[in-house]
């Protein structure tokens, strides 16, 4: 067999390449299979034929391709990328031109081979769209959102322009996805990204951190107010409902703004700076923005402080409990005790509005509730071996507490541990716990009064629950919010308010307690109307382990008929 019959044979159907060479010229001397089916030409269509002859290679890419013979004169070869349409599908191929010498080395011509890497393009998109967008919600995620951040600072400095960095947090996210589950969060996360969106120009950016925190990259501003106006926007647009699959859901978002390059010109201390501002929205009560200022990254960083001394305060044991009277309105009779934590750190007078928040956001306040509830049965313990008086001992439980899964395991093994009697144990919890997952909230507290422990709903009146939830409940007790207490010798509806809360616990067959009392007329009005046990700095301030021991040694009964 002619080896040159046979050489053609193998380059014209065994190669999965397409193959064309051409002369000096640029005439088509060769024109494989592959090469017919590329660009739909039959090779004696084209041979000898001019690369300028044919329409459609000519349309593939000529600039770049008569671009690549010239630097192949030079270098011998080159390599270089295209796309096309072939049969209605963009395809991508790789090209490498490499030049033909006769033996007296004189360019003769050239052979450019087409290579399909459209499988290897899409890879490589798909893990660049991996790597630099959420999948969840396909906008960019932390790394592009950093990549772009730095960009828009390069460019912002370049053109002497400022840019606005905004930090958005969901609120009342965890309650939506802790209620209806994350199928419902997720759709809500996805929501959240289109309306971020629509609040944006298109040289903008908004990309999800993780979790229901995203960022808004603003360029080119000219002023605050514009940051003003898009973050008060987004507050809006985040604050419409959301319907997803028959679920109304409302959120709302609270919004930090940084400034570049007023703030920083560096972007991880933007970032870090539009997030302590978004934090300051939480704590003036959300939905809303706020612009950073210095003074925020002092209270971080006193924030920060405070983190660290509760995590040794613990190994320290520079918690206590203190305890305040509960007294029977009618009798004077001692009844039960409310728990109250304190800090005793012997650097720093830190109160518990500077501590439980913190406690909270970084969940060191389940240990600690753990550890006071412990601390107070062990305490109870004690006086009941002694043999003084029985009384309640009643510990609030903040919501992070009460919502553990294991928390009326957490109970029943303090309770075994200590031995403390159940029926001598009183778990007070808001009443905004009611407002949260009713269903899973009744089962807790059914078990928890298995447990035989008293149950109270603590700040009554302060919150959003319906009387339908109260009468389902399994409590003992009501406790009226102090503020109400306040107010009722000289406010005439919070005096109505108090009346009707303590008809409505009586009527549910309830005991009533009302905190917060400090005058003898809050006292003789609540006697008028039938509440059932006081405390305040009428009878006592709280007091610690060896006042109360006293104080029960001695049966005292307080005078509650000044």
Known sequence: MDKEVLLDAILRSSINMAIVAVDTDYRIEYYNLIAEDVFGYKASDVIGKTVMQIHEIERVDPTRFFSAMQIVK??????????????????YFESRVTGIWDNKNNLVGYVVMFRDITERVEAQERLSQLAHYDPLTNIPNRMLFNDRLTHAMTHAKRQNKSLALLFIDLDRFKNINDTLGHEIGDLLLKETALRLKSCIRESDTVARMGGDEFTVILTNITMTEDASTVAAKIIKTLSDPFYLKCNECMVGASVGISLYPTDSTDGSTLLKYADLAMYKVKEKGRNDYQFYSAGMNKDALLRLRVENLIRNALDKEEFIVLYEPQVDINTGRLVGFETILRWKNPQYNISPAEYIPVAEETGLIEPIGKWMLREVCRQGKIWKDEGL??????????????????????VHEILTQTNYPPDSLDIALTENIITTNVSDTIKTFTALKRLGVHITIDDFGSGYSSLANMKRLPVNTIKINKHFVHNITTDTDYAALASAIIAFAHSLKLRVIAEGVKTLGQLEYLRSIKCDEVQGELFSFPVDADSIRAMLLDEIQFNVHK
Do not use: C, H, W
């Open 389 to 410: 008086p029985n009384i309640y001992l009643a510990v609030k439980m903040l919501p992070q507490q009460f919502k553990r899964k294991d928390i009326v395991e957490v």
């Open 74 to 91: 030079d270098v011998g070869s080159y390599t270089y990328t295209f796309k096309r349409k072939v049969e209605n599908q963009l395809v």
